[in-house]
Every structure is written in structure tokens, then in C-alpha cells.
């Protein structure tokens, strides 16, 4: 286990987050589990990469895939979908209900970092959702990010901010008082700042072509896309086309 541990962490992950999300891996698919949050805003995330984006003919890399619920989202938009994780439990669970649902997404057990080694500027638009707040370096995976989409593509990420309201809701209200996802599911530590993400960006070559809220209201239960960046967010980056 000590050796597995060294590995899994030179390749930044966190031993304790992927044992977490693997012992929860077969409910990814059960829209009233613990990945409710994640059904209900994929609409939001899937019409935010499409409208920026275009995905329909478009190679794609999904990092951080998890079970494939944003991953087959894509596929079903016409885009010829690759993703990768570290979960090997999830990746299983993401093969298993392609069959069910006719989705063909490539899916690899690879790290980021050795992927943009092997296949740089390979994709059209590469999405990092609801991930780097649970990696050791989440710089590393944004500069990784970077060196894989081609001239012209775009990169979007998303995570939570940190600051006292993002703490209240998406610590407090959705892990102790609401119930949406198991306590101890984040870690108000790793939460990151859109300067600091903005700043990661620019330094592995992207731009920020924009930013944008996911709101969610308790009375109606319902996700939308704001302005209001305070808890979570979505950033679009894109690569410059040096032939342009």
C-alpha cells in the first residue's frame, strides 16, 4: 500500500480522495445518490461548453471523468469524446453504462500530466469540472491542460471559490445542513480563487475568454448560470492560434 500510495501521488492525486470516490463509484449513475448535485448542474455545464465551443466534430478530453456523466453528455452532442481518471473503480462503472446507454467514449485509467506527454495539442476542447479542488496541484493539471488542446481550442474548468459564503454553501449548507453530499466531501483549504485559477491559466500559455456562476437555490432546488462567481464557477480559456 505504501508504494501505491508513492506512485498515486507522484501523479498528483490524493490516495484518501480517490479511495473515497471509489467506495461511492457504482452510485455515479443513481440520480438520487450522492452525485445529485452533478446530474442536476451537467445540463448547465454541458450548454456552457457547447454554446463557447461547438462540440459537435470536435475531439475532446474530459479530465477527471469520473463515472462519465459529463463525458456521454458530450458524445451525445456529436463530439468524439476521450476520459480520463484515476478512479479505476469509476472508469468501470463508466464503461459498464456505455452499454446501457449507447454512448462510445474512449475512456483511459491515465494521469493528465503523462497524457500531455504522449498526445500534446491533440484536442479541440479539453474540460477539468469539479476536480482541482481535490488534487494536491491543481496547477499542474491546468498547465497539463494546456500543452493537450491545439491552437485555437478551448480549455474550460470548474471548482469552487474560497471565501466565507462558498465555506457557508458549499461546506455547511450542503454537507450538514441540506445533505446534498456526504460530510467531508470538500475541503475548504483546496478551494480556489478565480484570481488564482486566472493566474494558473496565463502562466501555462491560456486566456481567459470568460467566467461564469452556478447558483443553486434551496427553496426551488434549482441550478442556473449567474454572474455571481462567489461559490461556484466555470471558466472558458482558450489557446491562442499563433497561425492566425
Not at 471523468?65 to 472508469?91: N, P, R
Request: net charge negative.
Amino acid at each position: 500500500m505504501a508504494t501505491e500510495a508513492k506512485t498515486i501521488q507522484t501523479l498528483n492525486a490524493d490516495v484518501l480522495e480517490l479511495q473515497k470516490f471509489g467506495e461511492l463509484a457504482h452510485k455515479w449513475w443513481d440520480k438520487n445518490s450522492e452525485f445529485k448535485p452533478l446530474h442536476e448542474i451537467n445540463p448547465l455545464r454541458l450548454n456552457y461548453i457547447d454554446n463557447l465551443a461547438s462540440l459537435s466534430g470536435k475531439r475532446v478530453l474530459d479530465v477527471g471523468c469520473g463515472g462519465g456523466i459529463l463525458s456521454e453528455s458530450m458524445y451525445f452532442k456529436g463530439a468524439d469524446v476521450t476520459g480520463i481518471d484515476l478512479g479505476e473503480q469509476a472508469l468501470n462503472v463508466a464503461k459498464l453504462h456505455q452499454l446501457e446507454s449507447g454512448a462510445k467514449v474512449n475512456y483511459e485509467l491515465i494521469s493528465v500530466e503523462q497524457l500531455a506527454l504522449e498526445q500534446p495539442a491533440s484536442f479541440d476542447v479539453v474540460t477539468c469540472m469539479e476536480m482541482l479542488e481535490h488534487v494536491p496541484d491543481p496547477a499542474s493539471i491546468v498547465a497539463a491542460c494546456a500543452r493537450l488542446v491545439k491552437p485555437g481550442g478551448s480549455v474550460f474548468f470548474s471548482t469552487i471559490n474560497r471565501n466565507p459564503k462558498a465555506y457557508l454553501f458549499a461546506v455547511l449548507g450542503a454537507e450538514y445542513i441540506l445533505n446534498m453530499l456526504p460530510k467531508g466531501t470538500h475541503d475548504y483549504a483546496k478551494f480556489i480563487k478565480p484570481s488564482e485559477l486566472s493566474g494558473w491559466v496565463r502562466q501555462s500559455g491560456l486566456n481567459v475568454a470568460g467566467m461564469a456562476g452556478m447558483s443553486y437555490q434551496p427553496l426551488t432546488q434549482h441550478y442556473s448560470l449567474s454572474d455571481d462567481v462567489s461559490v461556484n464557477y466555470l471558466l472558458h480559456t482558450e489557446l491562442s492560434d499563433y497561425s492566425s
